[in-house]
């Protein structure tokens, strides 16, 4: 980037000015090494230059963000736990200042990826999912899943998986038993909610009377998508009565 920079004040500005592919690639680079710091430079640099961000650098500062709670106060990375991914980065990190959790950053660029025209994709809403998954919050886990739904967004097995996973994850409590139960409940309902979602996406209906997620509105080719991939990721997740009840 540098390089491109220097050449291009040498030689002719408008030839090596940097597009928002470059800028695209710093902000992987950035999300790849699990630095906010670096994705925020990034960011600043694309509005100094004038270049438009596009959904895919969106989607990896997003990421960028979402690594920096996994990485808060833990030299191990995202270990998806719940145990780090909850807590907001240091102050260098520069997350959204209003956000103290990885789903509430992902909230925070979800809602200024739609006020600059933008309509987030089915890997926009993985990473919203695993900030959820890192976050330990299921209720922000059902809302970014219905939230794809309604925008026409098919998830994927990887967005079943990371769902599945926050939701079948024990709550913290003395009896492992009650643990276990504690969990199966929770993944259960989960599962129900998900087929009332697409269920009722087909016929305009609502959220199944839970409370938790508002109705979708997705066509018969998202629905079936969706359901297909949910019935894969239940298998994967040694889940085989569910998949084949799914399918």
Not at 2 to 24: C, D, K, N, Q, T
Not at 66 to 82: D, F, L, Q, R
Not at 96 to 116: C, D, F, G, N, Y
Not at 168 to 194: C, D, F, I, M, Q
């Amino acid at each position: 980037y540098r390089a491109m920079i220097e050449e291009g004040e040498r030689r002719s500005p408008l030839h090596f000015a940097p597009g928002v592919e470059s800028y695209g690639a710093l902000m992987h680079a950035a999300a790849r090494a699990a630095s906010p710091a670096d994705a925020e430079l990034v960011l600043r640099a694309m509005r100094a230059a004038g270049v438009e961000a596009s959904v895919q650098v969106f989607t990896s500062y997003m990421a960028a963000l979402v690594a920096g709670y996994g990485n808060s106060n833990s030299g191990s990375g995202t270990n998806g736990n719940g145990a780090n991914g909850s807590k907001r980065p240091s102050s260098s990190a520069s997350a959204p200042p209003s956000s103290s959790t990885a789903s509430e950053a992902a909230s925070a660029v979800l809602a200024q990826m739609r006020a600059e025209g933008l309509s987030p994709t089915a890997v926009t809403f993985g990473v919203c999912l695993q900030a959820a998954e890192q976050s330990g919050d299921v209720g922000a886990a059902l809302r970014f899943y219905s939230d794809a739904l309604r925008s026409g967004v098919a998830p994927t097995d990887e967005c079943h998986s990371k769902l599945l996973r926050v939701a079948g994850r024990p709550p913290s409590t003395p009896s492992k038993a009650l643990s276990r139960a504690s969990s199966e409940r929770t993944l259960n309902e989960v599962v129900g909610v998900v087929r009332r979602l697409v269920a009722g996406s087909h016929r305009g209906g609502g959220g199944g009377g839970t409370g938790r997620a508002p109705a979708a509105t997705a066509d018969p080719s998202v629905r079936d998508a969706t359901l297909n991939s949910l019935a894969r990721a239940l298998a994967s997740a040694g889940q085989l009565p569910r998949a084949s009840r799914t399918l």
